[in-house]
């Protein structure tokens, strides 16, 4: 088993942008070479935060407040990060997170007009410094990725409107464009051999920066 130091790479999107399937396709890429490597989806990834992730995306949560939801968010963040992400970092192990704070900042934030210094307070309580080595972020118009949605019942935040689906991929941009060095942003229309071989490309890097 290959073990690089530690190496944090997160993947973000829209919903039905493709950032899925191409973590998906890392971590089996990943494996293939012989590397210890943990895959995660938020909300989700402990037992814990998939309960907290059944009430989130329960549509019949429709009353839920915005503040309650980013709260809950970063409540089963604090359980991945607690119960999984640091103890595999620390044995210098690659884990890949599909989703992490940049979601909350996106939908919560900019989706849900919640004020950006209140996001980052909590996250100050909820997640202190850890922050991706890498975050790479699939940009999919909202027609390609409605197209792709189309097809599966939709959750509590799927069925968001279509401006809140605008707000958040300009949100995620904006990210994007304030930390140019973390961010790979990708075209969500390209093909996913096209995308993976992107990935792989910029992860192999950041590989050779680790050993
Ligand atoms: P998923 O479908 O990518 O697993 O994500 C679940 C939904 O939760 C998705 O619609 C995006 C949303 N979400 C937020 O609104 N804020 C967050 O912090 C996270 C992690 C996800």
């Known amino acids: 088993m290959k073990t690089p130091r530690s190496l944090f790479i997160s993947f973000e999107g829209i919903d039905g942008s493709g950032k899925s399937t191409q973590c998906k396709m890392l971590y089996h890429e990943l494996l293939d070479r012989g590397y210890s490597v943990y895959l995660f989806r938020e909300p989700g990834g402990t ?3 998939e309960k907290i992730r059944d009430i989130l995306l329960d ?17 089963s963040r604090n359980q991945l990060i607690t119960e999984k992400l ?9 884990v890949l997170l599909d989703r992490f704070v940049d979601s909350t ?9 919640l004020s950006l210094d209140s996001i980052r307070k909590v996250a ?3 997640i202190g410094e850890v922050r991706p ?6 940009d999919t118009p909202l027609e390609t990725a409605e197209d792709r949605l189309d097809k599966k019942v939709l959750d509590r ?9 605008e707000r958040t991929r300009n949100g995620y ?26 990935v792989i490309r910029r992860v192999d890097k950041e590989l050779e920066i680790e050993s």
Do not use: H
């Not at 915005?66 to 968010?73: A, G, S």
């Not at 900042?105 to 007009?113: E, K, L, M, V």
């Not at 935040?157 to 689906?165: D, Q």
């Not at 930390?179 to 942003?185: K, N, Q, T």
């Open 157 to 165: 935040l799927e069925a968001e409107n279509a401006g809140f689906k």
């Open 124 to 126: 100050d309580v909820a």
């Open 105 to 113: 900042i996106a939908y919560q934030g900019f989706g849900r007009d």
């Open 173 to 198: 941009l904006q990210l994007a464009k304030e930390e140019p060095d973390r961010f790979l942003v990708l075209d969500g229309r390209r093909s996913i051999e096209e995308l993976k071989e992107a």
């Open 59 to 75: 549509k019949e949560n429709e009353g839920m407040s915005p503040i309650t939801e980013m709260l809950l968010y970063f409540a």
């Open 133 to 138: 080595d890498l975050t790479v972020l699939v």
């Open 47 to 49: 037992s814990i935060s």
């Open 86 to 94: 640091t103890p595999a970092l620390e044995k210098g192990q690659i």
